[in-house]
Structures are given as C-alpha cells and as structure tokens.
C-alpha cells in the first residue's frame, strides 16, 4: 500500500495484516553531484515501489524521506529514531530504510531497525526490458532478507 488516499481506505480495513514500514531515504545535492544523486533518488523510487507491488497487503510504502546530502548524520539519526518511534506506537512491527547513499551505512547500526543499501545502478539508458530485468534482479536478493526477518519474528512471538 501506497501513501494515496485510496490506498489507505483498503489500510484501514486491513492495518492488522499491515506490519511492515517501507521508508525510501533520498538525498538532494545541488553541487557537482546532482546527477548521480537524482539518479539514487529515481533508482530507490523504482525498487520501493517494486518492493510495494511484490508485498502488497504486508508493506506500507511510505513517502520519500528527502534531506540535505550535507545535512549532518547525527540529524538524520534522530530524524529516523522519531519516525521509528512514532511508526512502532502506530502498529508497525517492521520498519525498512531503502538507500542508495552509502552515508547511511555509517550509522546503520544507530538506526532502530532494518536498513537497506542498494547500490544505485544507472538505469537511464537501458531498455524497458533491460530496465525490468535489473529492478528485478536486485528485488529477488531483498525478498530473502524481508521474508527472513518476518520468520525471526514470527518465532519470538511463538
């Protein structure tokens, strides 16, 4: 489910099915890096909307989380831990940060749950099909970490 006003109509029916966050966390620079910036921005969109779709009834894809590519670590840290406590009193059991920017890697272990770093993989000139298959590629090594992580759960509740 998707951040839309139709989708959360079909939430609210089902928000007990519902436990897992989906946060894409993209950074904005307007230096000599735009370009490869835009591009982890526009890949991270692509692959959490490919998560969203596979996961459908289980995933809430929230809305892009957009900061500063200068913006402090330490800022972004506490950004996170508000949205993690805000979304756990929520219901969410499960909260996943979806980047392409290896900053983030630094304080992943700060982070209060789940991050994960895929590699920003130039789409821009490929074929619709090329395009499809690479999304798809990188989907299939996620699904075994999201299905892993909800069975590792699933046993402690038990």
Do not use: C
């Not at 735009?34 to 809305?63: A, C, N, W, Y």
């Not at 330490?74 to 909260?95: A, P, T, V, Y």
């Amino acid at each position: 489910m998707k951040w839309q006003i139709k989708e959360i109509d079909i939430y609210l029916q089902a928000k007990e099915y519902v436990d897992t966050a989906i946060i894409p966390l993209i950074p904005i620079s307007w230096g000599n890096d735009i370009k490869s910036t835009v591009q982890m921005g526009e890949f991270i969109h692509l692959i959490s909307d490919e998560l969203e779709r596979q996961f459908k009834g289980r995933v809430f894809q929230f809305p892009p989380y957009t900061y500063l590519k200068t913006e402090k670590l330490e800022e972004r840290l506490i950004k996170m831990n508000e949205w993690h406590e805000h979304l756990k009193d929520s219901g969410f059991h499960h909260i996943i940060y979806l980047t392409s920017d290896v900053d983030w890697k630094q304080i992943e272990s700060d982070l209060n749950d789940t991050l994960l770093w895929v590699p920003s993989i130039p789409l821009e000139h490929l074929d619709q099909k090329y395009k499809v298959e690479t999304l798809s590629n990188q989907i299939k090594q996620m699904i075994p970490i999201l299905t892993n992580k909800w069975q590792k759960n699933e046993n402690e509740t038990n």
